[in-house]
Each structure stands twice: as C-alpha cells, then as structure tokens.
C-alpha cells in the first residue's frame, strides 16, 4: 500500500527549490531535475548495453526513487557540504538516521524487503560505494549531467556569484564518469542523443494546467518522474518482477515526452469528439518520427514509439493500465494540492471531484493485475480533508 505519508514525501520534492544562491531565470525543483536525471539513466544506460555492459535495470530504478526519497527528507543541502557531513561518520549517521526514522514506516507498508534495501543502499555507499556496481557509477554520472545542463541555463544569467566553483567541480566529475558518458551508437552519434535529452528537459519550462492557477506549478517534466515514480512503487507494491519493473517505469517517465511537440493540450478539448483525439494522435505520431525518432538509435525506436505513443496500453510484461491510473492519480494529487495551498477555481475543483468520483471507471479492466487498492486510502484521505473548502468554491 502507498500511504499518505510517503504521497506527501514525494510531492514535497516538488516545491524543493535548487541553486537558491544563485539568481535562476526558472524554476529548479528537486523533482524535475531528478526527472531529468532519470531520463538521462535511460538514455546512458541503454548506450551502455549496446556496448556490452550488462544493466540491472530493476537495480538501477530503486537506486534513484531511493536517492530521491533521501532528499525529499533532507532536501537540497549544497553538495559540498554534503559530502562534509558524509566525511564525519558520527554527522553521516545522524542524517541517515534521521531519514530511515522519517521513512520506515512508510516505506514497510510498500511491500516486504523494501524498507530493508533502502537502508543497505544508503550504508553500503557510506562504507563501499563500490558493491552498489554500475548501476551506482551510472546515477553519479547522470546526476552530473543533470546539474550541468542547469548550471549552463544559470550561468548566462548569474555572473556575479561563485559559478566558476561550481563549474570546476561539475568539470571534475564529468571526468571522473567520462567512461559512462554515451558514444556513437548504432550510426546515432552522441550530439543526437544529447538533443533527445535537450528536449526532454525542455519540458521543465511546459507546465501543465493551462486553464487554472494552480500551486506549485507543474512542469510537465516533474509530472512524468511524479507518475513514473508511484507506478514503480505500485510494481513493488504488487510484486511484479522482472521486466515489468524498468518497462513500467521508463513508460511512466516518457508517458507525455509527445507534448514537447504538441504542447499540453487540456483533456476537455481532448475529449471535445472521437476524431478530434484521432487528429491529435496522428499529429503527434507524424511529429515523433520526424523529430525524435532520427535521435535514437534503430533497436531502440520501437520501445520509445510504445512509452511516447502508447502509453497506456498494455504489452506483454507492460501494464499500461498502471501507468494510465497513476496518472490519474498524480492529477489528482495536483487538484489537491493546489486546493490544500490556497488556490480556488471551478476548474480545480471540477478536476478534482472528476478524479475522485470516476477514479474506478478511469481505472484498469478487471482482467488487469492492476489493484486500485493501493491508491484507496490516500484518495480518501485526501478527497475529504479538502472537501470542506470544495463548497467555498
């Protein structure tokens, strides 16, 4: 079951800010840069299979919900001082200590084990970051990634302060992961790949919502890492294995990358006719294969055509119908937030009453492995602490 509590831990990463130091032309969150992080997980590890490097993928996935649940606790310290606290064995406990206290509850009532793999990550890097294999070498590596291509955005704008540390440091590491980096791949060389993953972040300046205030904004990006993240805690919840997990995930993480060439498209003009939606879809298709598909090598296409185009249909060892009810629920998550914030308007609460009231008929077939269940108590629990405001509005 995912409890309130671990909801909440999650979307708090949403409202974390990052460089608060520096002056940002944009928002930051935690959130979206670990999104883009992921992504870029994807990008680098599938280069490295290609060049025989096996990926323990299930591995890898936990690996980053784990390190984003860290900071969801203890936000974003500056790295620097960080890995002081890490030096000092007596600090270093106390802050995991801290964040197991913080997490232990929640994360047990995920399913058995869970609770136990997040501890051993976390002590196993402390003492032998080395055991954690590639799979740990490869998150360092996109971590960097990720933080460079917001340094690049900031640094056009913040010349006063000390950025040039920060490059140094950004410098040094991307030396020091240089061998995760991807290469040419299949005739598919790396500044494609890199404009693939330019137009994934891009769409941490989309926000979805176009039709209402709503607080925190909700780049499009986030939501995707926001959903990818509860589908991959409701694989473990229903223990499935295998390639179930990464294939879930990674369709969850990519489910909107279509709107990089559509822009966020409101589901009431959506929903307008039947054909209006076959417009939709076949321009985005067409879009894909011109814009996206040319930066990918050819063993990959088929399975960003299904996560881009068919996210919500389900495959052999893909359960789309999870993803779609994930989806739902992180809109749902969004109304009510927004709502809980101070942020009143018909189109919220129409949203939010919709997501709650439909959320079995939105939900999967009864041939599916998918259980509602896991979402039941955080809906209600939820719905109700805000219903008394839903009649203000």
């Known amino acids: 079951m995912l409890t309130r509590g671990l909801v909440a831990k999650l979307f ?38 290609c060049r025989g490097q096996a990926i323990d993928w299930p591995k890898l996935i936990d690996y980053g919900v784990f390190e984003l649940l860290r900071k969801a606790v203890l936000t974003d310290i500056k790295s620097q001082v960080f890995r002081g606290l890490n030096r000092n064995r007596k600090s270093r406990d106390a802050l995991m200590g801290h964040v197991e206290g913080s997490l232990r509850d929640d994360l047990r009532a995920v399913s058995i084990g869970f609770f136990e793999d997040f501890v051993t990550y976390f002590r196993e890097e402390a003492d032998d970051p080395d055991s954690l294999g590639v799979e740990y070498q490869l998150l360092r590596c996109v971590s960097n990634y990720a933080t460079r291509w917001e340094y690049d955005i900031i640094s056009k704008v913040d010349t006063v302060h000390y950025i040039g540390d920060t490059r140094k440091m950004l410098d040094d590491e991307e030396a020091q992961y240089e061998k995760y980096a991807p290469q040419a791949t299949d005739g598919v060389a790396p500044a494609q790949l890199a404009e693939l993953l330019h137009l994934c972040g891009r769409l941490r300046f989309q926000d979805r919502w176009a039709q209402t205030p709503i607080i925190p904004r909700r780049p499009v990006l986030d939501h995707q890492l926001m959903v990818a993240a509860l589908t991959h805690l409701s694989t473990r919840d229903m223990s499935m294995e295998g390639p179930r997990t990464n294939n879930n995930f990674f369709g969850a993480l990519f489910h909107d990358l279509g709107e990089i060439l559509t822009r966020d498209i409101v589901s009431p003009v959506k929903n307008i006719s039947s054909r209006v939606q076959e417009v939709i879809d076949h321009y985005e298709a067409d879009e894909f294969e011109k814009h996206i598909a040319p930066l990918v090598p050819d063993g990959w296409k088929s399975d960003l055509r299904r996560m881009v185009l068919k996210p919500f249909t389900n495959k052999d060892d893909y359960d789309g119908d999870l993803v779609k009810v994930c989806d739902n629920f992180a809109a749902f998550l969004e109304a009510y937030y927004s709502i809980k914030y101070g942020t009143y308007s018909p189109e919220l609460k129409k949203a939010l009453l919709y997501l709650y009231e439909h959320r079995r008929k939105l939900g999967p077939s009864s041939a599916s492995r998918v259980d509602l269940m896991v979402f039941d108590v955080a809906y209600e629990l939820c719905f109700h602490e805000v219903e008394p405001r839903l009649r203000e509005i």
């Open 12 to 49: 708090e990463t949403s409202t974390m800010q990052r460089w608060t130091d520096h002056a940002r032309p944009i928002s930051f969150t935690i959130l979206g840069k670990h999104a883009h992080m992921m992504t870029a997980a994807w990008v680098y590890g599938r280069c490295l299979v």
